[in-house]
């Protein structure tokens, strides 16, 4: 079994900055530096989109058009977790922000199916 447990959201301003964490562990979960680490979001209403995913060797990482320039995603193999930070924080960036582990290639990293593996989701509201 892998567990994904994410933490860091909250309720800020426009402007604001957060940094998500996302730690990995379970007994399947061997080695995290193999998986690709994605950061999803669901905001209300709508459907789970795609925000930042990174390669398992840290070298690639990708963005969503609507956040790049203001998040960063990062990880640290040997603490296996992954980070999302968020700066310039906007109203539509409110969501419920979860993480996600793929075992496979990341050729289609911003679709759902390529994770096999996701948290429980932590919030974040993004007042104006």
């Known amino acids: 079994q892998v567990q994904l447990v994410e933490s860091g959201g909250g309720l800020v301003q426009a402007g604001d900055s957060l940094r998500l964490s996302c730690a990995a562990s379970?007994?399947?979960?061997?080695?995290?530096?193999?998986?690709?680490m994605g950061w999803f979001r669901q905001p209300p209403g709508k459907e789970r989109e795609f925000v930042a995913a990174?390669?398992?060797?840290?070298?690639?990482?990708y963005y969503a058009d609507s956040v790049r320039g203001r998040f960063t995603i990062s990880r640290d193999d040997a603490k296996n977790t992954v980070y999302l930070q968020m700066n310039t924080l906007k109203p539509e960036d409110t969501a419920v922000y979860y993480c996600a582990a793929g075992r496979d290639s990341d050729a289609y990293y911003y679709k759902k199916e390529t994770y096999n593996y996701w948290g429980q989701g932590t919030q974040v509201t993004v007042s104006s």
């Open positions: 990174v390669h398992w060797t840290g070298g690639n990482t």
């Open positions: 379970g007994r399947a979960f061997r080695r995290f530096s193999s998986y690709l």
